[in-house]
């Protein structure tokens, strides 16, 4: 699927200190004010560990000031020795500057194809493609897409991806600065799609969650150290982005956060289908993204504020008991430290998904969340927007999912919008 490219020079064919190069950014995105989805690829060394760099606070910065999305690849990591997959050993592949900006859509590369003579086989993350966590331990990449594979010793061939030279030739080649343009291109269409309605008007964060969860939904359910290198996952294409299958039921809400207050949903309308015999007996995926104050002079404490949110039951006195997240998983409660490396606490997207094959119990569901400020961060002068999204999903393919679910959004007394492709939004 095709779209309008607008061609900006930021740097010489010899390079430009980081200076000039933001000053060019932010040039070219107050003059274009109609673009809203900017492509940026660069090279450089992996992410600190403990610290946000200054050019993607700087990116962060713009993005706030001109309601811009930027798509980022996550850099090549190009030295020896040559990553494996699965991987051994301990490498400097993080991300690199500005892939780790919080307001940014992180791309990482998968490998499309299989061929003989290539480092990885299909769907398998390419030895260049730079990996998580950003500084502390925050998620990135947040997805992956088509960069080409690479053959040995390290080169391109049938497994890397095709190409126009500016020779104006076709040819192979392999980099996570061919997949970050592909999602920039979903971005775009998303983006688009959204467009013309007063009362919900696109904005970065809402298309930065749904393509999150459509990689989510296109992806197999990676484990945490996989997720360093798949992100979400690999969103099929723009329509999977905003389309509701018919065994799925997914809503998007536009939650409005205070500290110290607790927003909750409830009774959430679940798909008649999936409830046996008192049970909930499904999956449940959720993305949530959300523009956090930042302060560029708090070093690691960069991100000033968190949102903790889950999908549960209700018991009879009111109490909310998590099931997405499980209120006994690793990260969701404990040690700070835990927290932030294993339930990516700080960290202003989060993603939770879990499948409940023999069912689990509950009458009453809910969705849930809260914000929570820094020590000294001062009061919020406006509320913390959330962008959420949930799917409910059939595990045997039941095809009466997302007809059910309307049905019992219907009875609720929720406001809602349809966006395109028949997915309700709540506001």
């Known amino acids: 699927m095709g779209c309008l490219i607008h061609d900006v020079c930021g740097l010489e064919a010899a390079g430009a200190g980081v200076g000039i190069l933001i000053e060019r950014i932010k040039e070219a995105v107050e003059k274009k004010p109609d673009i809203k989805i900017w492509n940026l690829s660069l090279g450089a060394t992996q992410c600190s560990n403990d610290e946000f760099s200054e050019f993607a606070k700087e990116l962060d910065s713009i993005s706030d000031k001109f309601g811009v999305l930027f798509v980022v690849a996550s850099g090549n990591y190009l030295d020896l020795p040559r990553r494996a997959w699965p991987p051994i050993g301990s490498l400097a592949d993080r991300v690199s500057s500005p892939g780790e900006s919080v307001r940014a859509l992180t791309v990482g590369s998968v490998t499309h194809l299989t061929a003989f003579g290539s480092y990885t086989s299909t769907g398998e993350p390419p030895p260049y493609s730079r990996r998580g966590p950003g500084p502390v331990f925050t998620p990135k990449p947040d997805i992956v897409h088509a960069g080409g594979g690479v053959h040995k010793p390290w080169d391109a061939g049938l497994a890397s991806v095709k190409a126009l030279t500016p020779n104006d030739q076709i040819a192979h080649t392999f980099g996570t600065s061919f997949a970050a343009p592909i999602a920039s291109n979903l971005a775009a269409h998303t983006w688009f799609a959204l467009q013309g309605r007063a009362d919900l008007p696109p904005h970065p964060s809402l298309v930065k969650a749904l393509m999150i969860h459509a990689a989510q939904l296109s992806s197999p359910d990676y484990s945490p150290n996989e997720r360093r290198y798949f992100g979400a996952g690999r969103p099929d294409n723009v329509l999977r982005t905003l389309y509701d299958s018919d065994d799925s039921f997914t809503l998007v809400f536009e939650a409005q956060l205070y500290p110290s207050m607790r927003w909750r949903k409830t009774p959430y309308p679940i798909p008649a289908s999936l409830i046996e015999n008192g049970k909930f007996r499904g999956e449940v995926i959720i993305t949530a993204t959300y523009n956090p104050p930042l302060d560029g002079n708090a070093g690691s404490e960069y991100v000033r504020a968190n949102v903790e949110l889950g999908f549960g039951v209700l018991s009879a006195n009111g109490d909310f008991h998590g099931r997405v997240p499980g209120e006994s998983e690793i990260g969701t409660s404990g040690y700070e430290m835990a927290q932030v490396e294993h339930g990516g606490k700080w960290a202003p997207v989060k993603i939770h998904r879990k499948r409940f094959p023999n069912g689990t119990e509950g009458t009453q569901w809910a969705l849930q ?43 609720t007394s929720w406001a809602h919008t349809v966006l395109p492709y028949r997915i309700p939004i709540i506001s």
């Open 369 to 411: 969340a809260g914000v929570n400020l820094r020590a000294f961060q001062p009061s919020l002068v406006d509320p913390l927007i959330a962008t959420i999204v949930v799917t409910l999903r059939s595990v045997d393919g039941n095809n009466n999912i997302h007809a059910e679910g309307v049905r019992a959004l219907n009875n």
